[in-house]
């Protein structure tokens, strides 16, 4: 079945830093990928998408391009500011696997950027 | 736009009470999702509607678990007989139309604690 699999954390950096959050998956078909963000004590919210191959997601200085041929679609951000500590998660959405375009999800990986 | 809310926010009980969720999705939103969430894990998928038809369940969603989306606005996510393993953050999505690429809106959560 579909998995999104992310990199173990937590990560945690100081501001000004280059981050780097790898996200890899496995979809029968061709997925839309995704990249959300929980800010604390927020609900989830989209941080960025591509719906397919080479598309390039971005948003808020973060940046993530779909791979086919890695199947990945790791986060990327210059510099990073305090504001960026959260908890994200990257998804799939596989049309193969059902028309209701549910979410697959990673299990997350929690930022902390210090001062 | 006020976005997708959940009642209530927080539920603690004991171990074979009923529980209630509710969800309120975003107005013209035509599909809404649930999904739980343990701790250190990603969102699962639960059970999905489109108006008022559910269209699948997450082989997660045992018999002691039921949704109703009536009329196809809000809808409840009740738990019977509730076990400490139902113990989960109960997370609501809406979105609008079909399509692997769509973009997902969460509401806050429920916090179900089963002791």
């Known amino acids: 079945g579909d998995s999104v699999t992310q990199m173990e954390g937590p990560v945690t950096l100081s501001e000004e830093a280059f981050l780097t959050i790898n996200c890899t998956y496995t979809a029968t078909g061709y997925p839309s990928l995704f990249w959300y963000v929980q800010y604390p004590g927020e609900g989830l919210q989209l941080l960025l998408k591509?719906?397919?191959?080479?598309d390039k997601g971005s948003n808020k200085g973060f940046e993530a391009t779909y791979r086919k041929e890695t199947t990945s679609f790791h986060l990327e951000k210059g510099s990073v500011q305090v504001s960026d500590s959260a908890v994200y998660f990257c998804?799939?959405?596989?049309?193969?696997?059902?028309?209701?375009?549910?979410?697959?999800f990673g299990k997350g990986i929690t930022l902390s950027v210090r001062p | 736009d006020t976005g997708v809310s959940q009642d209530p926010r927080h539920k603690i009980t004991k171990r074979g009470q009923n529980v209630t969720f509710r969800c309120d999705p975003i107005s013209e939103h035509n599909r809404l999702y649930w999904y739980r969430q343990t701790l250190g894990q990603g969102p699962e998928f639960l059970t999905y509607f489109q108006n008022e038809a559910q269209l699948e369940k997450s082989r997660l969603l045992s018999d002691r678990f039921s949704a109703e989306r009536p009329k196809g606005s809000f809808s409840t996510l009740e738990i019977q007989r509730t076990e400490q393993g139902d113990s989960a953050m109960y997370l609501c999505?809406?979105?609008f139309g079909g399509g692997a690429g769509n973009e997902q809106f969460f509401g806050p959560g429920t916090r179900l604690t089963v002791l």
């Open positions: 999505a809406s979105s």
């Open positions: 998804a799939l959405s596989d049309p193969l696997t059902g028309a209701n375009s549910k979410l697959t």
């Open positions: 591509a719906t397919k191959a080479d």
